[in-house]
């Protein structure tokens, strides 16, 4: 199909499984295609270089490809996505001292969203009263889920992101460093980090992130459209390719060998034993040995996960605009929802595929009415704390 290898950047996280083990287990060598994998280190190089055209391809935050399309935060360059790398996948990992303050202020389930929240509120007037800086939150980017996830967490509890605490972006490898160091009082960031943090005693898992949003997408195969629409073909292979890969990582049988594929020092370069945990969604989520375990803290191909939802796409757009970085507008609501392909990824597989399962409205969060992905303005309303632009 193409005379030279594709280039496609990704970053060391779990939710690149379907991208690494697509390629160095051969399911995209028996698609025809040759696909050299480059490892990165922030988003902002993995959009730039796919932007650019360095990059045919990418494992990319969903809200990349959305702001992308739109022109926000950079050049306008319209991205297709046929394929979901991952449903959820992320977590929110505070420092010893933070867990502890927060559980002293706790009413309620510690796995309870709303109840954290409400903690979060209390600690962070009690530390405002006492003349203390604000706590200091790490994401990953500005157009990120792991932004979003924290703002809706907090914001639900009473706390104003913009306001009571600093959100300070930090690519992905850095995040435990960060913590070790006293850079940040907590992070959201998807696996491995948060695992790394608990191994080395310095961080405690407050929430997964499937806590927040039951469905939330997180990084797509992002494709720019103009390449797409070139190359048809090639984007029906690449789908295919990662719809097989994903089924392989999924069944527990295979779990040592894409393990050991993921742990390689070109991939995720962390021990196979913490991806094990990450892939059965059963985590350490304290220094003290506590564990829990989750059927929704990743998902990489089942229930239907690899198929875009244009719904993910609309609820992610709401965000941007809840959090003043665009205006509403129905052209960009439609652009936004445009960038889910569902109609790729049939047409990869030749069949129109039902979703068997996973929240009524696509999302599941765990605050607010349900998503009416055509309805964004009774989504903003349904919310106190929002930063509307205009």
């Not at 507008?329 to 069949?351: I, N, W």
């Amino acid at each position: 199909m193409t005379n030279h290898p594709l280039r496609i950047g990704f970053i060391p996280l779990v939710d690149a499984a379907a991208l690494i083990v697509a390629v160095d287990r051969g399911f995209i060598k028996a698609e025809g295609l040759d696909v050299e994998l480059v490892r990165e280190v922030s988003w902002s190089n993995v959009r730039d270089k796919l932007n650019i055209g360095l990059f045919e391809a990418a494992h990319l935050l969903a809200p990349v490809a959305i702001a992308s399309s739109l022109g926000l935060g950079h050049v306008k360059v319209p991205i297709v996505a046929p394929f979901n790398l991952g449903i959820n996948g992320n977590a929110i990992t505070v420092s010893p001292a933070l867990h502890s303050a927060l559980m002293s202020e706790l009413e309620g389930a510690p796995t309870d969203p709303m109840a954290t929240a409400q903690a979060l509120r209390r600690v962070v007037l009690a530390r405002a009263r006492a003349g203390a800086d604000p706590l200091t939150f790490g994401m990953t980017f500005p157009f990120s889920t792991h932004n979003y996830q924290l703002r809706f967490w907090m914001a639900a509890g009473g706390v104003d992101p913009d306001e009571d605490v600093r959100l300070v972006v930090l690519p992905p490898p850095y995040m435990v460093d960060s913590l070790a160091n006293g850079h940040v009082d907590a992070f959201c960031v998807g696996a491995p980090w948060n695992s790394v943090a608990v191994d080395q005693g310095i961080g405690h898992i407050l929430h997964f992130t499937s806590d927040i949003l039951r469905g939330g997408a997180e990084k797509v195969l992002g494709i720019r459209q103009s390449w797409a629409e070139r190359q048809p073909d090639i984007v029906a292979a690449l789908t295919r390719a990662h719809i097989e890969a994903a089924a392989f990582i999924e069944a527990v049988e295979n779990r040592d060998e894409v393990t050991a594929i993921l742990a390689k020092p070109d991939r995720i370069d962390v021990s196979p034993e913490v991806l094990q945990r990450t892939l059965d969604g059963k985590l350490k989520i304290s220094p003290d040995g506590t564990w829990r375990e989750s059927g929704r803290y990743l998902l990489v191909g089942r229930e239907g996960a690899g198929r875009p939802d244009p719904a993910q796409a609309a609820w992610l757009y709401a965000q941007m605009v809840r959090w003043g970085q665009t205006v509403i507008s129905p052209e960009a609501l439609k652009t936004a929802k445009a960038v889910f392909r569902p109609d790729l990824y049939d047409a990869a597989v030749g069949a129109t595929v039902e979703i068997s399962s996973g929240p009524a409205d696509a999302v599941g969060a765990f605050a607010g009415p349900a998503f009416d992905p055509d309805n964004i303005e009774a989504h903003l309303a349904a919310f106190e704390i929002a930063h509307l632009k205009g």
